[in-house]
């Protein structure tokens, strides 16, 4: 997938909707500073490129009662990464899985109620014909919550230290 180019509207629309996604996009008009057409030009191209998701709301699983968060590897038989991707899909348990190099072959984020439900899920993972070995570890305490504002401020960054700068010596400048 190729990245998205953003300049600095583009940043602040982000770091804004970060933090209130539910903003109507007549407020992220005024507090960005442009015509309410543009802010919406801005979000749907956001959107469509895949920078920007729909509705975006953050989710305390936590708060709804999954307290019990799982890092779990797979080790998986050969060429069966698709099959494995499927049967993960269908686990609502697994609510992120990547392909990785290194140890394993698929690292899965897991969220249950009860260490009794992360054990379930995990027997149903070992049952899968696909899956040689798995092995897991359970979050303790979160010491930096998922985030993208250092992520966004770097991109910022850049971009200002890209512009060419203005000569205040120059002729018309």
Known sequence: MAAVRLDELDLRLLELLRGDARLPIVEVARRLGVARATAQARVERLIRSGALAPGNASVDLAALG???LAFVT???AQ???EEVAAQLAAIPEVIEAHGVTGGGDVHCRVVCRTHG???GVLLRLGQSPAVVRSSSVVALSELVHWRIGPVLETLARQERDARPRRDANAPFG
Do not use: C, K, W
């Open 66 to 68: 999954f307290e019990v």
């Open 74 to 76: 797979l080790e998986i």
């Open 79 to 81: 060429g069966r990464l």
């Open 117 to 119: 439900e992360l054990q």
